[in-house]
């Protein structure tokens, strides 16, 4: 059967209601929202849509919540249903399977991902440990005595390391408040906790190098067609603040990252934010404004973010305003509570005069939605009962073996899978302390200890094995331990925090 819908030149097709519904890719970038209850389409919706980008040439990055996108990375089955929907709307079915590349923060379902503990800087770091307003202000003075003193934080041992020499260093405590203030070991002592939460929850796999390159992320295969970026997020998702804060942070990096570009032809790169919810659930006002900022000023980049959620009131006001590309399932409305939420949804939309865009939101079969997307000048156009275009991918996850082929075949094979424990500050204030205690406890102390004879305890047995360490010993180490804590913490080579952009940090 030859196609009979007709699709306009740079645009994606999206489904079909009495015409077809397209995105215009010049309008991409600015942003957009998936939504609906569970069970209603949401990710088929997402990987129609991640599908039709890739065949573009745009590079695609999204989070595979229960598994099933990673099907996107195997050849359609050709469901009946999928080839009758094709059908009805005047196009041929053709299975076909996409590049992907498999991610995961545990590296156990894909390439590692990671970066550096000043790469991920106090504010997210903090919004990540669930720090209060204290603790938050004695993690901003741990990173500034760090970037002051040139000590490279890289790994949670880093950061442990610096918390336990600001928990414990009275000299160093009297020192930082005089110029920032009181810093209360039971601050630190919390910080600590939440630190050793983060680290059973698998968070420090998280942390260190090598470190991910954004550009990693914007790649085309040999038949110039996007790469899908795959996040297994299922094991995250036990997470939540870990998965938001990861999120945010790729955001924030893509922000940096990528040079202004204005309004291109077709995206750099579209980002899927699948559970969009949990980015705004608690997140502080300073927070969310600065989502707010990234969201608008992202698209400069050439970035299209588009948020995946149950309901439209999930996202502040103030992100909803940005995203003027939208797809709305099925919402139900079997309590007072729910009607509210589904007539705030209709709302969101331009009004269709043939028929009632609150009523049809509870309508909606699956695989069908109320779809409006931006056109002209960036209008959003009246909003339609549509049907989704099937994916020509698998639908549902692929195999453990499957999964594995597509790493093995990878092309960032290789490139993040072994960690490398670079020199840091946890390194360089061991050895600092270790280069201060040695001469010393060698030297001197050995010398008196061996004219004493042993008198006072020490030296070496009649048969040659080491004895107990003696008063001498035991005090000369305690004099060690104190001047290294001091000597320590004047280390070499320093990155800047990234965080946020510019918005968030001043400069990298």
Not at 75 to 86: A, Q, S
Not at 488 to 502: D, K, P, T
Request: charged letters at 25%.
């Amino acid at each position: 059967m030859a196609n009979t819908i007709q699709i306009p030149d740079g645009t994606i097709l999206i489904g079909k209601s009495s015409k077809p519904e397209v995105l215009t890719l010049k309008l991409a970038n600015r942003h957009g929202l998936i939504t609906g209850a569970t069970g209603t389409g949401k990710t088929v919706t997402l990987q129609t849509l991640a599908e039709a980008f890739a065949e573009e040439g745009v590079p695609v990055f999204a989070a595979d919540i229960k598994g099933d996108l990673s099907g996107i990375a195997a050849e359609g089955r050709g469901e009946p249903h999928f080839v009758k929907r094709c059908q009805e709307m005047g196009l041929d079915y053709h299975a076909q399977k996409f590049s992907v590349v498999f991610w995961d923060l545990f590296g156990e379902q894909g390439h590692p991902i990671r970066t550096t503990v000043s790469e991920m800087g106090p504010l997210l770091l903090s919004r990540l440990l669930q720090l209060n307003e204290v603790q938050e202000g004695v993690l901003n003075i741990l990173f500034k005595y760090a970037d002051e003193h040139k000590l490279l934080l890289l790994d949670l041992k880093d950061l442990r390391a610096m918390l336990a020499e600001f928990g414990s260093n009275k000299e160093l405590q009297q020192e930082l408040q005089a110029t920032y203030g009181n810093i209360s070991p039971q601050s630190v002592g919390a910080i600590q906790r939440q630190l050793l939460v983060l680290e059973n929850q698998g968070g420090a796999k998280f942390f260190g190098e090598p470190a991910l390159d954004i550009r990693d992320f914007l790649k085309t295969d040999r038949d110039r067609r996007g790469v899908i970026n795959i996040l297994a997020a299922d094991k995250l998702m036990n997470s939540p603040q870990l998965y938001a804060t990861f999120l945010l942070w790729l955001l924030s990096e893509l922000f940096q990252e990528l040079p202004e570009v204005g309004d291109l032809e077709k995206p750099k790169l579209v980002f899927f934010f699948d559970e969009a919810h949990l980015l705004f659930t608690d997140a502080p006002k300073a927070l969310l404004t600065s989502i707010e900022q990234v969201v608008r000023l992202i698209r400069s980049k050439g970035v299209g973010v588009y948020f995946v959620t149950q309901n439209p009131l999930d996202v502040p006001e103030t992100v909803l305003a940005q995203l003027g590309n939208r797809v709305q399932h099925a919402l139900r409305a079997f309590t007072p509570r729910d009607q509210k939420a589904v007539k705030a949804a209709a709302e969101t939309f331009r009004q269709n005069p043939k028929f009632r865009t609150d009523e049809a939101i509870t309508q909606l079969a699956v695989g069908e939605a109320l779809v409006s997307m931006l056109e002209g000048k960036g209008t959003p156009s009246m909003v339609e009962r549509t049907y989704i275009k099937p994916p020509s991918a698998r639908v549902g996850p692929v195999t453990p073996e499957e999964r594995q082929a597509v790493i093995n075949k990878s092309p960032m094979k290789g490139a993040y899978d072994e960690t490398i424990d670079n020199e840091s500050a946890f390194e360089l204030l061991k050895k600092r302390a270790e280069a201060a205690a040695g001469p010393t406890q060698g030297g001197v102390i050995g010398t008196i200890n061996d004219m004493l004879g042993g008198v006072l305890g020490g030296g070496t047995t009649a048969k040659g094995k080491k004895a107990p360490p003696s008063i001498i010993e035991k005090a000369a180490t305690s004099a060690m331990r104190s001047a290294a804590s001091s000597v320590g913490r004047q280390v070499a080579n320093a990155i800047v925090r990234g965080v946020l952009g510019s918005l968030l940090k001043g400069g990298r």
